[in-house]
């Protein structure tokens, strides 16, 4: 067998530099207010499902949580 194969791939010799400029603390993200919000607003309305409901729906759908 050929020792120079050229079908190998091969990782570029550049360096890269990673600085994370991304904040991730979501609380200081601007629209996380605005979804607090309504959410809050959505459950005074009574839009919101009770969490009963959501586990029992989720337990009837993958009976393996349990």
């Known amino acids: 067998m050929d020792s ?3 079908d ?3 990782e570029p010799s550049e360096v890269y ?3 994370s400029k991304i904040d991730v ?3 200081n993200h601007p629209l996380f207010a605005k979804v607090i919000e309504k959410s809050k607003k959505d459950l005074k309305e009574g839009k919101g499902i009770p969490h009963e ?8 759908k ?5």
Do not use: D
């Open 25 to 27: 603390n979501i609380e």
């Open 53 to 60: 409901v959501v586990m029992r729906n989720l337990k009837e």
């Open 17 to 19: 530099e990673t600085s």
């Open 4 to 6: 120079k194969r050229k």
């Open 62 to 66: 993958y009976p393996f949580l349990k």
């Open 8 to 10: 190998i791939a091969k």
